[in-house]
């Protein structure tokens, strides 16, 4: 059984893609531990590369007042990444990246056992849901797998660059703050 320290341990050393040789930080996850919501992005961008957090550029400013509208800290929740290391240029990362990666996210989801996964845009989406999941068809749907319910919205960094999404934005996270009120034992929303 892992344990979160041997998990992050592993991570941090991991060489299993090439997108450790440019790395400044293994940007393994930040949150609650006990968290019932497990938010996943795709990736790193150059500003959690630097501190080796993610979301803590102008889209984690962004994700965290999507978040206080809800009612939801970032310390009550868990956010993650498909993968763990930076993209050069913030490119999507490729799929043998993808593959490479998604053990430490699976892993990191069995030891926090969320109730709701919320994919931070299509990449996630596609990994995560469905391959050949829609984001701007099928954002703020729930599905299921394997007794845990699953939405997607979009990236916060299309939101900040395409602004007319934000209302579908938020009708997506008040439709989470439902579902968390619902579902959910010990994560209080507003």
Request: net charge negative.
């Amino acid at each position: 059984m892992d344990t979160w320290e041997a998990l992050e341990q592993t991570c941090q050393s991991c060489r299993e893609c090439s997108l450790w040789e440019t790395r400044k930080n293994v940007v393994f996850g930040v949150g609650s531990r006990n968290a019932e919501v497990l938010f996943i992005g795709e990736g790193p961008g150059a500003n959690e590369d630097e501190q080796g957090e993610p979301f803590v550029g102008r889209a984690g400013k962004l994700l965290d007042d999507m978040l206080a509208i809800i009612g939801l800290k970032r310390e009550s929740v868990y956010i993650a990444n498909i993968v763990k290391c930076r993209p050069p240029q913030n490119r999507d990362p490729l799929e043998v990246e993808q593959d490479a990666c998604i053990g430490y996210l699976r892993r990191q989801a069995a030891l926090l056992r969320p109730k709701i996964i919320v994919c931070l845009g299509r990449i996630a989406a596609t990994k995560i849901i469905r391959e050949d999941f829609k984001i701007s068809r099928e954002h703020g749907q729930w599905f299921e797998k394997a007794g845990v319910q699953m939405t997607a919205v979009y990236h916060p960094a299309a939101l900040l660059r395409d602004p007319r999404r934000r209302p579908e934005a938020f009708d997506d996270f008040k439709a989470l703050q439902a579902k968390i009120r619902e579902i959910c034992d010990h994560t209080e929303v507003d």
